[in-house]
């Protein structure tokens, strides 16, 4: 709803709410400067934000297997899932945060209003999840691909379900050496075979990552076996949700069993599906950056424009017809967008 269209009465309601909010985190501040003054917490600690609820968080303890409840002062901006904390630990076992750490990125997600906001932090790889059935589509992997150069976390590709390979391999080898020769490291999988995640342990130890991809390709299956303490995963999701609506939703970070970790939330994995502008999609393409910049026309849009540095390395097999055709679709898939 636009502002013009509140009531004078609606809007004199929201202002006494957000007052009387701001009053009530001032208060706690207040609070936590006196208990902090008074030695009542203890010293400053380092930590990662596990999950968050508003302005109470779960904070992990760099130093021992077990998290903390923490609120946040009052001076600090909202934290998401995989920030590094600086927190202080009070008398009662909760906590205080009191300073955040540099962000090395952020995954962003659109929210209701179609604005985005960040969702998770701290990243190392994307892992884009695909499967031999529903089969996977080049254009597909590519949109996913520019999503995750657009947010400068590099991407991995997973082709899960290989147990349903062909003996030849069929088609998909041949797409995954494209990738492969684009420097995208590839790993397959199956949740049928008893070493069928091996090389995927290998690919998220010692990492923070977290899976996106399209339906069906078998993201809860891989999680599943990844966290194979499930009955404690379900358990602490069931709890989240007894205390409001969109807890669920939010991003947690678990911790693998042989290290690294996974952040995990139904929002992330329909990341890449976002909205991305020409130049993001553009720039997505790796293989086109080094073309960038060389066509006649400064303005090129490479579609047919004479002098084009993209159609010419096309042309002479620089970068694969496919990988451009694909290009083409994500930009007119832009343009519907925009109707
Ligand atoms: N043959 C085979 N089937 C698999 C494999 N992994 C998952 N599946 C099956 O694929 C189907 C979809 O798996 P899910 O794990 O629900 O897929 P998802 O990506 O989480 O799907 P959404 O929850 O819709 O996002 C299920 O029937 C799984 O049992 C595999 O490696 N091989
Ligand atoms: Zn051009």
């Known amino acids: 709803m636009s502002k013009r269209k509140l009531s004078r009465q609606q809007r004199w309601r929201i202002e006494k709410i957000q007052a009387?909010?701001?009053?009530?985190?001032?208060?706690?501040?207040?609070?936590?400067?006196?208990k902090l003054e008074a030695g009542a917490y203890g010293p400053e600690r380092l930590g990662r934000v596990i999950a968050h609820f508003g302005r109470t968080l779960e904070v992990g303890s760099t130093t021992e297997d077990r998290t903390y409840r923490c609120h946040l002062r009052a001076n600090l901006d909202a934290?998401?899932?995989?920030?590094?904390?600086?927190?202080?630990?009070?008398?009662d076992g909760s906590g205080v945060v009191v300073a955040r750490g540099e962000r090395d990125n952020v995954l962003e997600r659109p929210d209701a209003r179609g604005q985005l906001k960040p969702v998770a932090a701290n990243i190392d790889q994307i892992l884009i999840v695909f499967a031999v059935e529903p089969v996977a589509y080049a254009n597909l992997i590519d949109r996913y691909l520019v999503a995750a150069e657009a947010t400068g976390i590099p991407p991995v590709l997973v082709l899960n379900k290989i147990d349903l390979l062909p003996e030849d391999g069929g088609k998909l080898h041949e797409l995954l050496q494209r990738y492969e020769m684009l420097g995208y490291p590839v790993v397959t999988t199956s949740t049928q075979h008893a070493d069928g995640l091996e090389a995927l342990h290998r690919q998220l130890t010692g990492r923070t990552s977290v899976f996106v991809g399209q339906s069906g390709v078998g993201k809860s299956s891989l999680i599943d076996r990844l966290l194979p303490d499930e009955a404690l995963r379900i358990g602490e999701l069931s709890s989240d949700s007894r205390k409001g609506t969109h807890t669920t939703t939010t991003a947690r970070l678990y911790q693998l069993p042989a290290g690294g970790e996974l952040i995990d939330s139904p929002g992330i994995r329909e990341f890449g599906l976002?909205?991305?502008?020409?130049?993001?999609?553009?720039e997505g393409f790796i293989e086109f950056r080094e073309f960038l910049g060389h066509c006649r026309f400064r303005d090129c849009r490479h579609r047919s424009e004479p002098g084009c540095a993209l159609l010419a390395a096309v042309e002479?097999?620089?970068?694969h017809p496919e990988r451009f055709a694909s290009y083409r679709q994500i930009l007119d898939s832009l343009d519907d967008d925009l109707r």
Request: glycine letters at 8%.
């Open 20 to 34: 009387e909010r701001a009053a009530r985190a001032a208060r706690h501040d207040a609070r936590d400067q006196d």
């Open 79 to 91: 934290l998401v899932t995989g920030d590094h904390v600086v927190w202080r630990e009070g008398s």
């Open 274 to 282: 976002v909205h991305l502008d020409e130049r993001q999609v553009t």
């Open 316 to 319: 002479r097999g620089a970068i």
